[in-house]
């Protein structure tokens, strides 16, 4: 499986956003599909993951409420819906899988998401 995200770009601050990454390839059936995010100076974080079985979302707490993830009904892409946007989203954003729960075995390329206050 290949995942391809894009939709980043320069936005301003209260500005929404959205995101996409489809998955290409075989298709995906594993464990969980969606976003970590790494800002300037910062290591890689947890954004927001869907699980592939019962479509369940979790989110990190700093985008929680203002970040929307969801899928296709053919299961091969995820959106993420950005809004209130602050500059402390800035970030290159990359599309994640995985294949089994114990770890995130397929990156996509990144996209870059900056915020002006």
């Known amino acids: 499986v290949q995942l391809q995200a894009c939709g980043g770009g320069l936005v301003q601050a209260g500005d929404f956003l959205n995101l996409s990454c489809v998955a290409s390839?075989?298709?995906?059936?594993?464990?969980?599909m969606g976003w970590f995010r790494q800002a300037p100076g910062k290591e890689r974080e947890f954004v927001s993951t869907?699980?592939?079985?019962?479509?369940?979302?979790s989110y990190a707490g700093a985008v929680k409420g203002r970040f929307t993830l969801s899928r296709d009904n053919a299961k091969t892409t995820v959106f993420l819906q950005m809004s209130s946007l602050k500059p402390e989203d800035t970030a290159v954003y990359y599309c994640?899988?995985?294949?089994?729960?114990?770890?995130?075995?397929?990156w996509g390329q990144g996209t870059q998401v900056t915020v002006s206050s």
């Open positions: 869907i699980n592939w079985a019962d479509g369940r979302t």
């Open positions: 994640v899988a995985a294949s089994t729960s114990r770890s995130y075995d397929i």
């Open positions: 390839g075989r298709t995906f059936s594993g464990h969980v």
